[in-house]
């Protein structure tokens, strides 16, 4: 449900979105595709949305990275701390909540 309505909410804002499931469709995505920003939640079933976000930044090192996460900045039990540009949004958020995380991760890329 959340990826649905994050979904939704991007794109009343007049942005492209492309949907995954897991990491791995994930990964595959941004290599078919150009994007400008990955929102990842931290608890992703087949890896942990921090390392989502390692793999993808090694790829694409000017990727901008939103984590969405029900924890503060140290997102999570596994004490991992959000890359210093990177935007944490905490559950649940709101469509403006998500409006302003979306420009200062884009903000931060420029």
């Keep these: 449900m959340i990826l649905i309505s ?27 595709h150009d994007v400008d920003v990955l929102l990842t939640d931290v608890g992703l079933p087949d890896i942990r949305g921090v390392d989502l976000a390692a793999r993808a930044r090694s790829r694409h090192p000017k990727l901008g990275v939103i984590f969405a996460t029900g924890y503060d900045r140290s997102l999570g039990d596994g004490g991992d701390a959000a890359p210093k540009d990177a935007i944490v949004l905490t559950k649940p958020y709101s469509e403006p909540e998500l409006a302003e995380a979306v420009s200062q991760v884009n903000a931060a890329r420029r």
Excluded: I, K, N
Aim: no cysteine.
């Design 6 to 32: 994050t979904s939704d909410m991007l794109s009343s804002q007049g942005h492209a979105v492309l949907e995954a499931a897991d990491a791995s469709r994930a990964l595959q995505l941004l290599d078919e």
